[in-house]
C-alpha cells in the first residue's frame, strides 16, 4: 500500500496536471479580454511636470488638428458658388432650392472637408414640404455655417481647459471671456480698468444658470448648447440696435447698468452692501425676513455682500420664471429645509407682506385666501407641500414667490384685474 504522504504527492500532481491542461485550454478558445480596449488613463499629478507639459503638448496638437479639418472662409465661399451654381428650378419665391440629386453632385465636388455635410439624413432634417422634394440652399448654408462655428468656438474654448477634462472652471472661462473683450466692437467703449468687474458680471450668468449644484466647473457641451455665448459673441455686431443692447445681459450698457445699481446700494462706499443698502434693491419693497434669510444663506463677509454673491442675488430675482432662478428662491422659502414649503413656511414668510401693507396703510389681506390662491396655482402632487419641482411644473413660480418675498409684486398680482383693465383702456385711447 501507497503511504499516506506518497497518496498526497499523487494527488497533488494529478491537480497540477488536470488544472494546468484546463487553464490552458481556457485561455486558447478564449481570448476576446485582449480585444477590451483600455478606457482609463490616469492624469498625471501635480508633481510629474515633464507628464503634465507632455500632455499639454499633444492637447495642443490634436486641437490644431481639428481646427484645420474644419472649412475655411475660402472654401465657404466655394462651397457657396457650388451649391448656386447646381440649384433647381422653379425657385420658389426667391429661395434658391436643390434636389437630392444636385446636392450630392455638390457634394462630390466640394472636396473632403465637406464630405460629412452631404448625407441622405441632413438632407431630409432640411426637407420641408417642398413639392418637388428639394430643400433651400440658404437653410443648407446656414446649418454648415453653424456646424463650423460651433466647432471653431468648441475648439476655442478647450484651449482654456486646463484640466483636458471637457469642462471650465470659472478661471478658466474668466481668461476666455478677457482675451474676447478686443474682439468684440460693441465693447470698445469700455474702460480698461472696468475690464475685472466686466468679466466678474459675465462669468457670473454662465455659472448661475449652469452650475446649479456649485461644483465650480461647466461643462463645455452646456455652453455650447445655451444661448448665453451667442449671445456674448453678438456684440461683435457693429450695427447692433439699442434694444438689442439693453435686452443683452453682456453688453456694455447692461453691465455697467448693474455695476451702476451695485454702487448706488453701496452708500457707505466699502465696496460691499449690508442687509439695510441691499434693502433698496428695486422698488424697495422686499420684506425685511427674506433679506434675513438672504444673508443667512448666501456667502458673505463679516455680514455684508460682494459683488459676486450681489450678481447671483440680481439674476435669480431678475429671472424668477428659469427653473435656476427658482432653486435659489426656493432654497431661502424653505426655512425648515424640509425640501418642501408647507403653511408654516408661507405663513412665515406672508406675515412680513401683511406688516409692510399695515405700515402703509393698507387694508391687510387673510392669509387663508392667499395659501389657498397659491395652491390653486401650484397644485402640487401633495395637497399640502409645494416642492421646487411642483414650482417649476406650474409655470406660476414667478408669481408665488413675488407674492411672499415683494410687497409690489404681492400687489401687482392682487391687482391684477385693473391692471389690465386699465392697460385696455390705454390701448384704446391709443388707437383713437
Not at 503511504?3 to 481570448?31: P, V
Not at 508633481?47 to 472654401?75: C, G, H, I, P, T
Amino acid at each position: 500500500k501507497k503511504s499516506e504522504q506518497e497518496l498526497k504527492d499523487e494527488e497533488m500532481e494529478l491537480f497540477t496536471k488536470y488544472y494546468m491542461e484546463w487553464k490552458g485550454g481556457r485561455k486558447s478558445d478564449n481570448t476576446s479580454y485582449t480585444n477590451i480596449p483600455r478606457f482609463y488613463y490616469r492624469l498625471p499629478a501635480e508633481d510629474e511636470v515633464l507628464l503634465q507639459k507632455l500632455r499639454e503638448e499633444s492637447r495642443a496638437v490634436f486641437l490644431q488638428r481639428k481646427s484645420r479639418e474644419l472649412l475655411d472662409n475660402e472654401e465657404l465661399q466655394n462651397l457657396w458658388f457650388l451649391l448656386d451654381k447646381h440649384q433647381t428650378s422653379p425657385m420658389t419665391g426667391e429661395e434658391a432650392m436643390i434636389n437630392y440629386e444636385n446636392f450630392l453632385k455638390v457634394g462630390e465636388k466640394a472636396g473632403p472637408k465637406c464630405k460629412q455635410f452631404f448625407t441622405a439624413k441632413i438632407f431630409a432634417k432640411l426637407l420641408n414640404n417642398d413639392p418637388y422634394g428639394r430643400i433651400s440652399i440658404m437653410q443648407f448654408f446656414n446649418y454648415v455655417m453653424r456646424k463650423v462655428w460651433l466647432h471653431q468656438t468648441r475648439i476655442g474654448l478647450s484651449l482654456y481647459d486646463v484640466a483636458g477634462q471637457g469642462y471650465l472652471r470659472e478661471s478658466d472661462l474668466e481668461n476666455y471671456i478677457l482675451e474676447l473683450i478686443p474682439t468684440l466692437p460693441q465693447l470698445d467703449g469700455l474702460e480698461k480698468s472696468f475690464y475685472s468687474f466686466y468679466v466678474c458680471t459675465a462669468v457670473r450668468k454662465f455659472f448661475f444658470f449652469l452650475d446649479p449644484l456649485r461644483t465650480g466647473k461647466i461643462k463645455i457641451q452646456d455652453i455650447l448648447a445655451c444661448s448665453f455665448l451667442d449671445d456674448l459673441l453678438e456684440l461683435r455686431d457693429e450695427e447692433l440696435s439699442k434694444e438689442s443692447q439693453e435686452t443683452n445681459w453682456f453688453s456694455a450698457p447692461s453691465a455697467l447698468g448693474v455695476y451702476g445699481q451695485y454702487l448706488n446700494l453701496d452708500k457707505d462706499h466699502n465696496g460691499m452692501l449690508s442687509k439695510e443698502e441691499l434693502s433698496r434693491y428695486g422698488t424697495g419693497t422686499l420684506t425685511n425676513i427674506f433679506l434675513d434669510r438672504v444673508f443667512q444663506e448666501c456667502l458673505t463677509y463679516d455680514g455684508e455682500m460682494d459683488y459676486k454673491t450681489y450678481l447671483d442675488f440680481v439674476l435669480a430675482l431678475e429671472n424668477r420664471k428659469e427653473p435656476a432662478a427658482l432653486q435659489y428662491i426656493f432654497k431661502l422659502l424653505d426655512i425648515e429645509n424640509k425640501g418642501y414649503l408647507n403653511v408654516f413656511s408661507l405663513n412665515y414668510f406672508f406675515r412680513a407682506i401683511q406688516e409692510q401693507m399695515k405700515i402703509r396703510g393698507q387694508e391687510p389681506v387673510s392669509f387663508q385666501d392667499v395659501k389657498d390662491e397659491i395652491f390653486d396655482m401650484v397644485k402640487p402632487k401633495d395637497p399640502y407641500k409645494i416642492s421646487l419641482q411642483d414650482l417649476i411644473n406650474s409655470s406660476q413660480g414667478d408669481t408665488v414667490t413675488s407674492i411672499l418675498i415683494d410687497l409690489n409684486g404681492f400687489w401687482t398680482y392682487e391687482n391684477r384685474e385693473a391692471l389690465v383693465a386699465s392697460d385696455n383702456d390705454s390701448a384704446a385711447d391709443d388707437d383713437t
